[in-house]
Nanobody
Framework: QVKLVESGGGLVQPGGSLRLSCAASGSIFSRYVMGWYRQPPGKQRELVAAITSGGSTHYQDSVKGRFTISRDNAKNTVDLQMNSLKPEDTAVYYC?????????WGQGTQVTVSS
């Protein structure tokens, strides 16, 4: 059974940093793309960043240069380092892995950027 568990969210002031972590279990995740999505209040869920099994990365334009996605295939983890946070980064952040046509999601972790 695939399970994704996020951690690391919280309240941070504008300009601050947070690091989100996703621990995955139940499959061989080194084979798959892993990603982070977010859902701001009242808006649709959107892709923030993704990383392939080989380490190639993709970022939403609004986070380029501020966020960094990384993975540890030995530990089945994917992290999102978020720097220079802005109020518009406030959202619930979700870990995501697509496996054989099915989307697996974590439970989400709240990130609030506010002074």
């Amino acid at each position: 059974q695939v399970k994704l568990v996020e951690s690391g969210g919280g309240l941070v002031q504008p300009g601050g940093s947070l690091r989100l972590s996703c621990a995955a279990s139940g499959s061989i995740f080194s084979r798959y793309v892993m990603g982070w999505y977010r859902q701001p209040p009242g808006k649709q869920r959107e892709l923030v960043a993704a990383i392939t099994s080989g380490g190639s990365t993709h970022y939403q334009d609004s986070v380029k240069g501020r966020f960094t996605i990384s993975r540890d295939n030995a530990k089945n983890t994917v992290d999102l380092q978020m720097n220079s946070l802005k109020p518009e980064d406030t959202a619930v952040y979700y870990c995501h892995v697509p496996i054989s046509g099915y989307d697996y999601w974590g439970q989400g972790t709240q990130v609030t950027v506010s002074s």
